[in-house]
Structure formats: C-alpha cells, structure tokens
C-alpha cells in the first residue's frame, strides 16, 4: 500500500524514480509524482498510472541527483493531482513522501493554520511536511532535527523520506510502524518501501527499524539514530533475489506467472524440511520451542484476507493431525476484541508481506499477554519476521501481482508441515500415516502441475460464465476456506460479486439466489462427505443452477450432474485444498481477463495492506 523510492548520489535520478515507481506499482496505487533537486525543487505529480507520469516527465526533463518519488494509494483526500506525493512546504525548499497514516492530522492542521500556515490538499502528509517546517524555521535548525523534533508531535503509523531545498545532498528517512529499506552503493543511497527497486542497483541493505531516523548524504556513511537521537549500528544484509523474479518470463501478466511458478515454490518451500524417504520432517524455526507448541493450551491463527483462509485450513490440519484444540482469527478482530490470550498460547501469525497492519497490532497484544509468537511470513527481514519470538519463511519468491496465489498455497505447504510435526511430537499420528503423509506432500508439485496442463479447458469454462454478476462457492470440511479462497479470487479480479459457503449451509439461505443465472462451483473432492456434496449437487441442478464441480480423476456420479467439471489428481484428504485451489485460480484469472480488468493491479486494492 503506497510506494516509496529515493536516491541520493552522483547519477541522474529521474530514471532511478521512475523505474522504481514502476517496480511498486504491485503494491496498489492511485496516483503518482517525484521531486527532484535541481538548484530548485522540481516537483511532477500526476493521477493515474505510473506510465501518465513517466510521459509527463519526459516532457519536461527536469535534472537532478537527488530525488523522492510516490506511489500513493488514497486515505486522506480523494485521488487526484493535487493530492499526490509528494508535498512541499509553504516555502517550497521542502518536499516529503510518506506511507502510512498521521492520526492526529487535523488537530496538527489547525494549530499551523493559526501560524499562518496554508493548506493546497486534502493529506495528512501535507501536515507533516508543513511541521517540519515550522520547526525548521522557528528553531533555526537542521533538516535532520527538525525532522526529529516533529515526529515528536505526530501520532500514527508511517514511513517518510524527506530533502530540502538547503542541504541538496541530503536525504532524511525514519519509520513507524510502516516498512523502509535502505540501499548502500558507492557513495549513494536508495532508498525504498520494498526491496524489489532497489535489486537492480545493490544487494546490500539495511531494513531501518521502528522509530528510527536515517541521514543519507551522498559520499558519507550511513547514519541512523533513535527517535530519541540515540545513534544505531546498522545491520546490512544481502538481498537474495534476482532481477528476473521481477519480471514476467514471458506470461501476459504475473498473477499467471505465479499460479504457473506454484509447482516450484511449494517445492521449495518444503526443501531441507521434508524427507519422505527417510521418513522425517523439521522446522529449524520451531526446533528450539517445539515442545513449548507441542504442550500448549491451544493455538491461535490470525491473518488478513487469503492468509486467513489459509489459516482455517491450518485449523483443520492441526486439529486434525495433532488433536490441538485451535481458533482463527482475522487479525483486524483480535485487536480490538480485548481477547483472552494467556502465557501458555501459541500466536501464529499469517502474512505475505510481513508488514501488514492489523496483523502486527495483533501480535503486539498477543507478546503483551506471554504468548509465544510464531511467524509464517514470505519477506525476509519484514516488520512480523522481527517481532516474532520464532517462525519459518515460506519461500515463495516475490509475489507481485495483488491477488495472492502462490504466497497461499506456499502458506498451506509450511501449515502442513507444521501440523504433521506437531502430530509426531504429541505421538498422534501413527508411523504409518506419518510416512503416507510425507510421500503424498512431496508428489503435490508434480499433481499441480497436472492440473496446470489442464488450462485451455479450464479458459473455455471461464468463456461460458464470465458474464455472470454473482457466483456461488461451495465446500465442505477441508475444502470449505477452498470455497472462500475461490470467491475472494473471483471478486478482488474480475469484480463479479461472490460467496463462499459451507455446502451443508446452503439451505439456510444462499440457496434463495439459485436459478439459471447462478454459476454454482462445488469442491467434490472429499471422500468423507461425498454423498452429502452429492446430495448439494442435486439441490442446486433442481433448482436450473449452473454447477461447475472441481471433483478427482475418474469421478462419475458428480461428473455426470455436473454442467462442467475439472479434474484433479487423488491425494489424502488433508492435502486437496493445495490441490482444488489451483483450478479456482486460473478461472478466476481468465473471466477477469476476458471482461478486461487489470489482473495485476484490481481496483481499489493494495498488495500490502499497512495501514488500519
């Protein structure tokens, strides 16, 4: 959500901006604009895509060693370009770029007012940078100070990058609450929200922590101090990625790019973790609390959108495999909800990104109360992989586009290998099982790609439905966050209204809307409850509705009923939901495709959500 980039050095920094600008554009965005240092303080901002302001800058040309660029995805004030990133002070020496939100914006506006102070937007962020400057000015200090000093009176959540006009050599960046990542190269800094602009110019990086100031001055070292002026020994870490995860290989977008990679990173997300030859599984991040998890009173899931679904899945898997009673919790709930969370509970945290707002509350109260903390997050060095006291990184590789698909079923890989380890240490899964389990989780890779193949007919059934203006999703035990997972997809993507439903629930209401119009998609893959499914199925073909059925290789009975179906490979029933997803998500991903909307980049949607 928003996306920050900077630079300070000796190359031309407009190029450095805009292509920046463009690696954040998966992060959501409604709006965008740069300012560059130029013996004045050039400043180009514009609404809409990222490629309306690259044409408007290129008009312009405006030169310059040291910039901040922006993002923006709107909170304060309606998108336009008045209220794009960034913003300058009444005296336009300063200019400021900021993520997150300044809570106490409009107490802060008033009070400047009353100095005098004139307001051009709608934005929190103008508050700040006009505070920064009453400080300046008043005080008669540094960039760096007055910085300091205003953060002193701002309350919220943010991460800025601020230069000025009177020291054009010189960056200030500080953080709360909202993630920064600094770039070292020789004699030059970048600086940005995420680590995937700064890839193509260094490997070396300092992820700044909270309530931490940077200076940057082109040709010194590195400065970073506490909020309280209190200097801070960096940790510089390498990034491992490669400039390639970044682009699109060749697939019209990269949400197809990442269904298509999910064969790979499931594998890589259970390598050096699963031996089913030797019969063993480990989680070096759970090792040294393993037997504190494997005795605790109960668990406690918590996480944002898909990675909650993927959390009721972790549910049925420990209660299933390790007999651990569990509760899932959306984190933007258990925050606020004063809930009773003792010191022999385990908190485990999903995130893709690691930074996402509501979750870090969560777990905040959580530590508060003597949990232990576990962290299932996909971004080294993020704000969740800090604060947790133990956890384990999916691997999943960057995800960029917004709807997460690879991030998910990466989630589903570690919550299974969490559970089966769980399962053994509480000596509730017998050797026999516990061998048939890693056997059948080492051949899921190779069984997606099966499914994977099976595109083209997949594409055709999108064909015939992509007009509908609701859908039904239906699934029973396992595959009931499955049914959730499938209609979040459809809707954050294509816009078409849909729900997800347990299938016995279906008679309690949902079954109402059911007519010709109604695309109906089933999960049929579970052996356990295969009459009850077939008996929904049924319901919903006497009632003229449109069933797509997602059943497993030689079906039959719900084949026959079905007016569509999609084959998967067999597996045990603990595992179909990394299964039956991955037909829910190249539907998905053709119907919005074929009613034109922008796969990567849907409406009103930020990939990392770090603001309340």
Not at 43 to 62: C, M, Y
Not at 425 to 452: A, F, Q, T, V
Not at 531 to 540: A, T
């Amino acid at each position: 959500m928003c996306g920050i980039i900077a630079y300070v050095g000796n190359k031309k920094v407009s190029p450095i901006l805009l292509n920046g600008l463009q690696r954040l554009e998966y992060r959501g965005y409604d709006s965008a604009g740069i300012a560059v240092m130029n013996g004045d303080l050039s400043v180009i901002k514009k609404k809409g895509k990222v490629q309306e302001l690259v044409d408007l800058v290129e008009s312009i040309q405006p030169e310059g060693i040291t910039g901040i660029g922006h993002t923006r995805w709107a909170t304060h004030g309606e998108p336009n370009d008045v209220n794009a990133h960034p913003h300058t002070s009444t005296d336009n020496k300063i200019a400021l770029v900021h993520n997150g939100i300044i809570e106490n914006c409009d107490t802060l506006r008033e009070a400047l007012r009353k100095l005098g102070h004139e307001f051009k937007s709608e934005t929190d962020t103008e508050v700040l940078v006009h505070l920064i400057q009453e400080y300046k000015t008043r005080y008669k200090v540094s960039l760096e100070e007055s910085v300091l000093m205003a953060l002193k009176r701002v309350i919220g959540a943010y991460a800025i990058v601020v230069m000025d006009k009177d020291e054009p050599d010189l960056l200030v960046a500080a953080r709360k609450a909202s993630p920064l990542v600094i770039g070292l190269g020789k004699n030059e800094f970048f600086v940005a929200s995420d680590a995937t602009p700064l890839i193509e110019h260094t490997k070396e990086v300092v992820y700044l922590q909270d309530e931490e100031v940077a200076v940057l001055r082109s040709g010194q070292p590195l400065q970073i101090k506490s909020f309280q002026n209190i200097p801070q020994n960096p940790d510089i870490v390498e990034l491992d990625m490669k400039i390639e995860e970044l682009e699109k290989g060749g697939f019209p977008h990269f949400m197809l790019k990442e269904i298509h990679q999910q064969p790979d990173t499931i594998a890589d997300c259970m390598r050096g973790r699963l031996n089913p030859i030797e019969g063993w599984t480990r989680l070096g991040g759970m090792e040294p609390f393993k037997d504190r998890m494997a005795k605790a009173n109960r668990l406690i899931i918590t996480g944002c959108g898909t990675s909650w679904h993927a959390g009721l899945i972790g549910e049925y898997l420990i209660e299933d495999l390790a007999r651990m009673p569990v509760e899932v919790e959306y984190a933007s709930e258990l925050r606020y909800r004063n809930p009773i969370i003792n010191p022999n509970d385990v908190v485990i945290a999903l995130s893709q990104s690691g930074e996402t707002a509501d979750t870090l509350a969560a777990l905040q109260h959580a530590k508060e109360k003597g949990a232990l903390i576990y962290g299932i997050v996909n971004v080294v060095g993020s704000s969740i992989a800090r604060i947790t006291d133990a956890g384990s990184y999916i691997h999943a590789g960057p995800e960029i586009g917004v709807a997460s698909t690879k991030s998910f079923t990466a989630q589903l890989s570690l919550l299974t290998l969490l559970a089966i380890q769980l399962g053994r240490e509480r000596g509730e899964i017998h050797r026999d099982y516990y061998l048939k389990l890693l056997k059948e989780l080492s051949e899921i890779p190779n069984k997606i790609r099966n499914i994977l193949a099976k595109e083209e007919g997949i594409k055709k059934i999108a064909a015939k439905i992509k007009n509908s203006t609701n859908a039904l999703y239906l699934g029973r035990g396992y595959n009931f966050p499955v049914a959730l997972e499938g209609a979040l997809k459809l809707k954050e993507i294509s816009y078409i209204h849909a729900e997800g439903y347990p299938a016995a629930e279906m008679k309690h209401g949902p079954i109402a809307l059911i007519d010709e119009n109604m695309p109906v998609i089933v999960m049929a893959t579970n052996l356990s409850a295969y009459d009850k499914i077939l008996s929904n199925v049924q319901e919903v073909k006497a009632r003229k509705g449109t069933v797509i059925s997602i059943v497993t290789e030689g079906d039959k009975k719900i084949k026959s009923l079905s007016d569509f179906s999609i084959e998967i490979p067999t597996t045990i029933e603990p595992l179909t939901p990394l299964l039956s997803v991955i037909p829910l998500q190249l539907l998905s991903y053709h119907i919005a495709v074929m009613r034109g909307c922008n796969v990567d980049q849907p409406r009103n949607l930020a990939k990392s959500v770090t603001v309340e």
